[in-house]
């Protein structure tokens, strides 16, 4: 194994912790080969030998806060479950049963383990996803064939929906997409908040004992993780009584144990928002610079996306310079600068009267500025200079509804470093640059991602204000 090697080193801590005898008694076990380590009774009761680079760095999103949160997390227990009831869409087979069972726990026997608990010795992928959310449901398809074929070998995929919107469609959706595995919304968000879930899908892998071995993983590379820790052994079956205590190395109390600080109660909050800080994560900072929107939104290869770097840290929006003709100004009144629309949501659509994928956009961009125009977004087509003596007319014959206007010296492409056709830059309220070369397709999803990020940002700060 490629990260054999490592094993005794990140093992020596946690095992020295948790052993009641001296330094010496433990000595021959670290002098042994690293096969019998890894075999020895002793080793089968420390941590998992995980760290944040056991698998390729390029598996994750590793943005903002959440990517270094979730690095922090790896190799840990994993956090408890707050949720609703799960369930299954359709027919429920005798293992799907079997797994409701324990993940709402056995009515029959009130005591017995349930949740995460309960299904130590198997594989978990635990999936946070919204029916909003547009990676998310493509990447049900392959969840699917994942628990079809590796289920019998010991995988559970679990999905757990957003708890701010979209769960009144969850089972449409997810009938739609023939899921195959335990379904559940969100509690509230606070099984969001202790994941630390920053963007949607957050994919999560638990290994056969418990522990987080990846979080943030990608979803074309989900698999291949839960591959590797299936292949791992089982850990020894241990008898288990409903009135046996917790050990140390878990988390599901919500006392507080001597190896954690207590916390006071986290006020209800919802889908990622902390009420509270932890270890694992930095803490809130109204100064800081805002997370840019997630890369799986945005468009182009590493070599483009390293052109446009500078907008990365989310810097104060380039001016538009020289802009001519503006049509459809209706719903701007007299702002015709970005600092004029300071408090809005700014979607610029860089487009091209002679381009066709652009002109193919309009009914979609209608829709878009149309539908969110009471959250406080404006959509603004900035026309490329080329053509530009077109624009109006273009604007009539294809019944553009949104506000135009004409990049006379083509200041604000160069500004902005448009490169292609269509090409969109979204800007928040408070004139930050979020995202730029938002891809074609997946321009609402990135709007909502900023609305869902200042709902958050609301319910936090609201918490923070409560008496308590």
Not at 161 to 179: C, F, P, T, Y
Not at 223 to 244: F, I, N, Q, T, Y
Not at 346 to 364: E, H, M, R, Y
Request: with cysteine.
């Amino acid at each position: 194994m490629r990260y054999a090697a490592r094993m005794p080193t990140f093992s020596i801590t946690p095992f020295v912790l948790a052993t009641c005898g001296s330094f010496f008694a433990i000595l021959p076990a670290m002098l042994g080969s690293l096969a019998s380590a890894a075999s020895s009774p002793v080793f089968a009761t420390a941590a998992p030998l995980a760290s944040a680079d056991e698998f390729p760095e390029e598996w994750f999103w590793r943005m903002g806060k959440a990517g270094a949160a979730h690095r922090a997390m790896t190799g840990k227990p994993a956090p408890e479950l707050k949720v609703k009831e799960w369930s299954v869409v359709g027919e429920a087979t005798p293992e799907l049963t079997a797994t409701l069972r324990e993940l709402n726990g056995d009515a029959t026997d009130p005591n017995a383990a349930k949740g995460l608990d309960a299904l130590k010795g198997k594989v978990v992928v635990v999936d946070f996803w919204a029916t909003w959310c547009g990676p998310c449901r493509a990447a049900l398809p392959k969840n699917v064939e994942m628990m079809s074929e590796l289920g019998p070998k010991g995988l559970v995929v679990v999905g757990i929906h957003d708890a701010a919107r979209g769960s009144e469609k969850m089972n449409e959706i997810a009938k739609g997409a023939s899921l195959n595995y335990p379904l559940t919304v969100d509690d509230g968000g606070r099984s969001a908040a202790a994941w630390k879930v920053g963007f949607w899908p957050t994919y999560g892998v638990i290994d056969r004992k418990g522990f987080i071995r990846a979080i943030g993983l990608q979803p074309q590379h989900v698999r291949a993780v839960a591959e590797k820790l299936l292949a791992e052994d089982a850990p020894a079956a241990k008898e288990k009584h409903s009135s046996d205590k917790p050990s140390s190395d878990k988390h599901s109390s919500d006392k507080p144990s001597s190896d954690k600080p207590a916390k006071k109660p986290a006020a209800k909050i919802e889908s990622g928002a902390t009420a509270e800080p932890t270890n694992d994560a930095p803490t809130a900072n109204k100064n800081e610079r805002p997370e840019q929107i997630p890369a799986i939104y945005l468009e182009g290869d590493a070599r483009k996306r390293a052109r446009l770097a500078g907008f990365d840290l989310c810097p104060e929006s380039p001016a538009l310079g020289a802009m001519t003709q503006w049509t459809n100004t209706e719903t701007l009144g007299e702002a015709r600068t970005l600092g004029d629309l300071k408090g809005k949501i700014v979607v610029l659509d860089f487009w091209a009267t002679w381009c066709g994928p652009c002109i193919q956009s309009i009914p979609k961009n209608n829709e878009i500025a149309k539908e969110y125009a009471d959250d406080g977004v404006v959509l603004i087509g900035v026309c490329h200079k080329d053509g530009g003596e077109k624009m109006v007319e273009t604007i009539r014959s294809k019944k553009i509804e949104y506000p135009c206007v004409l990049d006379a010296k083509g200041e604000a492409n160069a500004a902005f470093k448009v490169d292609g056709y269509p090409d969109y830059v979204i800007i928040d309220r408070e004139g930050r640059v979020r995202g730029a070369d938002v891809q074609n397709g997946q321009v609402q999803n990135a709007i909502e991602y900023l609305l869902h990020q200042e709902k958050k940002q609301r319910e936090q700060q609201a918490g923070e204000k409560t008496p308590g």
